[in-house]
């Protein structure tokens, strides 16, 4: 990629400190000097799979990811909408709205829901109502974290804080030193044991959620060039965990793996994308910018296959499910990948629009959320 677009004027403003956030192009791939991808072969369905159901929510416009907690899955919409839905009916269990647009979410534990709106509001939902709203410090772009019925989130000024989940109370919060330039894209903030995982620039950081003290940190990608563009390293979402074991990507930099239990790097590989990662307990698998998939071993990072199928699509993060790795791209297909070496086994078809978060799986239904709002349930058979 050889630019990097600026929202204007977006700064945002704490303790004085002016942050200037830098939007994320996934489209970075799709200007016009990139090659035309080459028509799909017929499609020779070597793998069974069946659409179970599908349903529609209003259009999705930010970097969605969907959450999952046993056969719940919890989706929004860029007008606040959001939908809790039975992956084994495809019939929806709950729908709420914060009464305003949404800027990141969503975060969900199957029954609590927290989203934060365009105006910096975090608001948690539970039984179709707002249980309540909290003001933050500054915009954010990564969806809270629901666990242990609290709700954390990190905003674009580098803070991470702590909510209890039923009566909003701020438990605790930790600032760092923002960066110049903040990604505007999804980041990485999830539970691993007794320890809050987020990414903070270029690296994994180790929390306890208690209190907020930090516990360890691990550089996924370093800071790098002249100037603040050049230097942007944020890790992008989702990642990837088996065991102690996390894996991200910094945005167009590189993908690493880091042992929580150790806080400590493992490997970090060149890789330049702003999708995140999948993985299971032998790879880690990724989408490239160039529409190539990478499959990383995990216990290394030398690659263990490249796959060229896609080249020149523009592809969400993967999925790795049983023998297949599920990738959606911007037309709206689902493509799905033999886990071993990259080579089709199936493609499917959603509503022709791209498609809007990295497929997930819910029960044993794959689900997938197109710009348009179509949200498809996939059961390889």
Known sequence: MNSKRFVSPASVLRAGTAIVLIAALAACSTGADKPKPAELPA??????VRQAWSLKIPQVRFPLQAQVSGDVLTVAASDGTVVAIDARTGQESGRASPGAPIEAGVGSDGSLSAVVTTSNELVALEGGKVLWKQQLTAETYTAPLVAGRRVFVQTADRTL???????????????????????????VLLAVGDTLVSGIGGRLVGTNPANGASRWEAPIAAPRGTND????????????????????????ASVGCV???????????????????????RFVFGTEA???VIAWRRADGERAWV??????????APLAVGRSLIIGDNTGLVHFLSREDGT?????????????????????????????????GFRPE
């Open 43 to 48: 499609n020779v369905p070597l793998l069974g």
């Open 161 to 187: 804080s702590a909510y209890d989940g039923q009566s909003g109370r701020r438990l605790w919060s930790q600032t760092r030193t923002p960066d110049a330039l903040v990604l505007r894209k999804g980041g």
């Open 229 to 252: 563009v050049e230097r942007l390293v944020d890790l992008t979402g989702g990642a990837s965990r088996v065991g102690d074991t996390v894996c991200a990507r910094a945005y167009y």
């Open 259 to 281: 042992d929580t239990a150790r806080g400590m790097l493992m490997w970090s590989k060149p890789a330049v994308s702003a999708e995140g990662v999948s993985g299971d307990d």
């Open 290 to 292: 160039d529409g190539k």
């Open 307 to 316: 796959s060229e199928q896609l080249r020149y699509r523009t592809l969400s």
């Open 344 to 376: 089709p086994l199936n493609r499917m078809a959603t509503d022709g629009s791209a498609i809007a978060a990295a497929p997930v799986l819910a029960g044993n239904t794959v689900v997938v959320v197109t710009r348009n709002g179509g949200v498809y």
